[in-house]
């Protein structure tokens, strides 16, 4: 019944997030059989975002109008610090949303 009804999310053109409630770390599915599938269906990971991150994110992008293809490639990329990169060199979901380098980030006093 799960398949059928993410299949049927993802067939409708919705976009689909594999998410955690752990206080930390990156979406880990138990076996390389479970990740199998959900990439087979097409479900995003969202990788080391908060749930409420991974809302707030898609609701943004949402509302730039994005497509929703536009919108899953961006699910990947940090933004303002709600996820790990995943490497070093990371390109801006847009030139409207200028990334933040965040060890250039001080705190006010």
Not at 10 to 19: E, F, W
Not at 95 to 101: G, I, R
């Amino acid at each position: 019944a799960g398949r059928s009804a993410m299949e049927a999310a993802k067939a409708s053109g919705l976009v689909v997030m594999a998410t955690s409630q752990c206080a930390r770390g990156p979406v880990i599915p138990a076996n390389e059989q479970i990740m199998t599938w959900l990439e087979t269906l097409g479900i995003i990971p969202a990788h080391d975002m908060t749930t409420e991150a991974t809302c707030a994110k898609l609701a943004y992008l949402f509302g730039k109008k994005l497509t929703v293809s536009q919108v899953a490639s961006s699910m990947a990329l940090p933004m303002r610090g709600e996820l790990t990169p995943p490497s070093e060199t990371i390109t801006p979901v847009s030139k409207s949303v200028p990334m933040v380098n965040n060890s250039t980030m001080r705190p006010r006093l």
